[in-house]
């Protein structure tokens, strides 16, 4: 970003501040995106919040349905290395 504007805004009497059009075209900031307020020592910051909740591999593992039998881990082994293999043999 170029050199910081000074661009005024006013709360409402709902508490609602307009963002400056400037300010939400550079951050492609378009209605319905939900930002995240932090208050710091320095006056309030805003983030864009992410599309997706934050997940751990517990909270997704096993979502996937699997038919057949479970896989040794030297079945996985043998699986990667042959696909190494098929990859390198293009060259």
Do not use: C, Y
Request: charged share 30%.
């Amino acid at each position: 970003m170029a050199r910081a504007e000074n661009l005024i805004t006013t709360v409402s009497t709902k508490g609602q501040v307009i963002l400056p059009k400037t300010v939400r075209q550079r951050r492609e900031w378009e209605a319905g995106t939900r930002l995240i307020v932090e208050e710091t020592p320095e006056g309030v910051l805003l983030r864009q919040a992410s599309a997706f909740a934050p997940t751990r591999p517990d909270d997704v593992f096993g979502m996937l349905p699997f038919g057949g039998e479970p896989k040794t881990l030297e079945d996985m082994e043998a699986a990667i290395l042959a696909e190494a293999r098929r990859r390198h043999d293009r060259d």
